[in-house]
T-cell receptor
Framework: TQLLEQSPQFLSIQEGENLTVYCNSS?????LQWYRQEPGEGPVLLVT?????EVKKLKRLTFQFGDARKDSSLHITAAQTGDTGLYLC???????????FGTGTRLKVLA | DTGVSQDPRHKITKRGQNVTFRCDPI?????LYWYRQTLGQGPEFLTY????????KSRLLSDRFSAERPKGSFSTLEIQRTEQGDSAMYLC????????????????FGQGTRLTVV
């Protein structure tokens, strides 16, 4: 059973477009992290959201944690080719130490 | 300390051989995780340690897999009698949690060990 579902699974867009990636679960999470991963490398942490309803901005990236701490979204404004990569959400289920990952969203930004 | 370190970065082995991977976490981190990742997929949880105690093992971790963290610092993941299906990227991550209820459980990853079984 995959506890963290991401959508879409694949996304191919033109440079300059906006996009949103979703991360959903039926479980409550202590906090949620977003990572970006390049081929052949380990995931690199982008952001952590802890409080329900929290919104964090990282330049053109906006992250939101759902009010009930069961879901999150990543919005990219004016995508650039350098945003291309595998985006992963991850977190520890509330009450456990088990740290699990979402199914991943592969983003390709075309020039 | 420059982050989580994994060794080797790449390993090619013949089917049936044993392999061992090492992970050195960030020094003050008390939690250590192992994951397996196949191409284009999110990492799959294998096991994790709180200090030297192995607290959970995934059903993905068959009897051929064993992980240790003997002194609560570095960890090893051994695969015995490797099979072609074991070919994957093996990722290690570490995090710091001062106590139960600490919610900011962000993990930091090494660059992974790419295993190819031929």
């Amino acid at each position: 059973t995959q506890l963290l579902e991401q959508s879409p699974q694949f996304l191919s867009i033109q440079e300059g477009e906006n996009l949103t990636v979703y991360c959903n679960s039926s479980s409550v999470f202590s906090s949620l992290q977003w990572y970006r991963q390049e081929p052949g490398e380990g995931p690199v942490l982008l952001v952590t959201v802890v409080t329900g309803g929290e919104v964090k901005k990282l330049k053109r990236l906006t992250f939101q944690f759902g009010d009930a701490r069961k879901d999150s979204s990543l919005h990219i404004t004016a995508a650039q080719t350098g945003d291309t990569g595998l985006y992963l959400c991850a977190g520890a289920i509330w009450g456990t130490y088990k740290y699990i990952f979402g199914t991943g969203t592969r983003l390709k930004v075309l020039a | 300390d420059t982050g989580v370190s994994q060794d080797p970065r790449h390993k090619i082995t013949k089917r049936g051989q044993n392999v061992t991977f090492r992970c050195d976490p960030i020094s003050e981190h008390n939690r250590l995780y192992w994951y397996r990742q196949t191409l284009g997929q999110g990492p799959e949880f294998l096991t994790y340690f709180q200090n030297e105690a192995q607290l959970e093992k995934s059903r993905l971790l068959s009897d051929r897999f064993s992980a240790e963290r003997p002194k609560g610092s570095f960890s090893t993941l051994e695969i015995q009698r490797t099979e072609q299906g074991d070919s994957a990227m093996y990722l290690c991550a570490s995090s710091f949690a001062p106590g139960q209820g600490f919610r900011r459980t962000e993990a930091f990853f090494g660059q992974g060990t790419r295993l190819t079984v031929v």
